[in-house]
């Protein structure tokens, strides 16, 4: 009888995208980085914000509008305060997204690292067969998803594509995964193992480890 093990992975990205542009210094395309503060400006009753961001090479700044000539009503009061102390959630908020931004550097290995949460919802490490994954995206990730699963669950990626192509790796709705695309919220992994004794030992591996550092 198969037996479930059903994981929830809160993904944390490290690092934010660096956009690439101008640099009024350097005279060249720079990649710029969040330097954690906001700019707020007044003209009457009408503001502007702007995340600040600066060139990695020399420091200049660039301001990247959050909203322009948007009347003081229309702006949410926790917004404003947010905006107004620099809180270190709202500029995470808008760091990670790339909605918007210039062309964005290709991330380094440290910009794709991620810290991963896991917390089990049924099941136990000692005994199962079939391993569900449910994904929590806290902040969009730059990262494959067959490189976050090779990195979490001990295997390769070549072991994650063959296991895919014999039908032992699916999404929430039993079809093949997107290997190579980001993970999204919401998303379900479904490893199918049963048949797979080596790759599972891969994996009971990895997981044990887990649970002895958290310990």
């Not at 005994?127 to 998803?145: H, K, S």
Request: proline share 7%.
């Amino acid at each position: 009888m198969s037996k479930s093990l059903k994981y929830v992975w809160t993904l944390q990205p490290e690092n934010p995208p660096h956009p690439i542009i101008p640099c009024k210094n350097c005279g060249v395309l720079k990649p710029f980085k969040p330097s954690g503060k906001f700019r707020l400006n007044a003209n009457g009753t009408r503001l502007d914000a702007w995340l600040i961001y600066k060139c990695m090479t020399c420091d200049a700044t660039w301001n990247r509008p959050i909203f322009e000539r948007r009347n003081r009503k229309q702006i949410a009061p926790d917004l404003l305060e947010a905006l107004q102390i620099n809180c270190p959630e709202q500029v995470k908020r808008y760091a990670f997204d790339k909605t918007g931004l210039p062309a964005v550097a290709t991330p380094s290995e440290s910009e794709g690292m991620i810290t991963v949460h896991k917390q089990i919802v049924e099941g136990t490490v000692q005994d199962w067969t079939n391993l569900e994954i449910a994904l929590n995206t806290v902040m969009p990730v730059n990262l494959r998803l067959d490189r976050l699963l090779a990195q979490e669950l001990g295997v390769s990626r070549n072991a994650l594509k063959l296991l895919a192509s014999q039908g032992g790796l699916l999404d929430g709705n039993d079809e093949p995964l997107q290997l190579k695309k980001p993970p999204k919220h919401g998303a379900v992994v479904r490893l199918q193992l049963a048949d797979h004794t080596y790759l599972k030992t891969q994996v009971h591996s990895a997981l044990l480890a887990d649970e002895f550092v958290e310990a």
